[in-house]
C-alpha cells in the first residue's frame, strides 16, 4: 500500500529517499523548484545532470520523461528530473503530465525508493491551472503500481496545497 501524503513547504527541506526535481529538457537548471534544488543540492547535481547530458540525453529529456542523479547535499539519496509540458489553453497536454508522475515512480521502483517527494510539477513557470494539476498529480499517482511506501506532495504555498487537499479528500 501507498500512502499519499501532503505537506507544505519546501521540497529541498525534505528527508526522503527521491525528491523529484520540475526540470527542462535540458538538465542543466533553471528558475523555480529546479533553482532551489541545485542551489541547496550543490554542484554535483549538476555534475550528474552533464554527464547524462553527454551519455544519452544530448538532445534533451524529452517531455514526460524522468530520470535520477545523485542528491548532492540534500537529505535524500537521488533527485529524479522530470520535464514536465507547458500548459497549453488550446491542446490537451494531460497525457505528457501524469506520464511525468508515472515515469518519475516508475524510476524511483528501479531505484529501491521507498519514499519519494514530489512538486507540483508544471504549476509554476510551466503555467498549468493548480487544480488541474493537483488533479492530474493525485489521479496518477493512485493509479499507478508503485513499490513506494510514501508518496509526498510538496507544495510551496497554501493555495496549491489546498488545490492538493481536495484532490486527497
Ligand atoms: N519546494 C516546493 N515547491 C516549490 C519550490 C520548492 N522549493 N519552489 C517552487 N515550488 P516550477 P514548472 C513550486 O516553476 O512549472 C524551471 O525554470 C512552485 O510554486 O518550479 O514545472 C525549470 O528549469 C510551483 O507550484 O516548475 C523549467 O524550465 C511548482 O513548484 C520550468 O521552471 C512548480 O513550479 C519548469 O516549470
Redesign the pocket.
Given at each position: 500500500m501507498t500512502t499519499i501524503t501532503l505537506v507544505q513547504?519546501?521540497?529541498?527541506r525534505q528527508s526522503v529517499d527521491a525528491i523529484v526535481n520540475?526540470?527542462?529538457s535540458s538538465l542543466l537548471?533553471?528558475?523555480?523548484?529546479?533553482?532551489?534544488?541545485h542551489r541547496r543540492g550543490g554542484p554535483e547535481i549538476l555534475a550528474d545532470c552533464r554527464r547524462l547530458r553527454a551519455s544519452h540525453y544530448g538532445r534533451g529529456l524529452a517531455t514526460g520523461r524522468a530520470v535520477a542523479t545523485t542528491a548532492g547535499d540534500l537529505d535524500a539519496r537521488w533527485v529524479i528530473h522530470t520535464v514536465?509540458p507547458v500548459y497549453s489553453a488550446t491542446e490537451d497536454r494531460s497525457e505528457l503530465l501524469a506520464s511525468c508522475y508515472r515515469e518519475s515512480l516508475r524510476v524511483a521502483d528501479e531505484l529501491g525508493a521507498r519514499t519519494v517527494a514530489f512538486?507540483?510539477?508544471?504549476?509554476?513557470?510551466?503555467?498549468?491551472p493548480?487544480d488541474d494539476a493537483a488533479r492530474i498529480a493525485v489521479e496518477t499517482v493512485r493509479a499507478v503500481p508503485t513499490s513506494a511506501q510514501e508518496v509526498r506532495f510538496?507544495?510551496?504555498?497554501e493555495r496549491?496545497h489546498e488545490a492538493f487537499a481536495r484532490q486527497v479528500g
Open positions: 513547504g519546501d521540497i529541498t520540475a526540470a527542462n537548471g533553471g528558475g523555480g523548484v529546479d533553482g532551489a534544488i514536465g512538486p507540483a510539477v508544471s504549476a509554476g513557470i510551466y503555467g498549468w493548480m510538496v507544495l510551496f504555498d496549491a
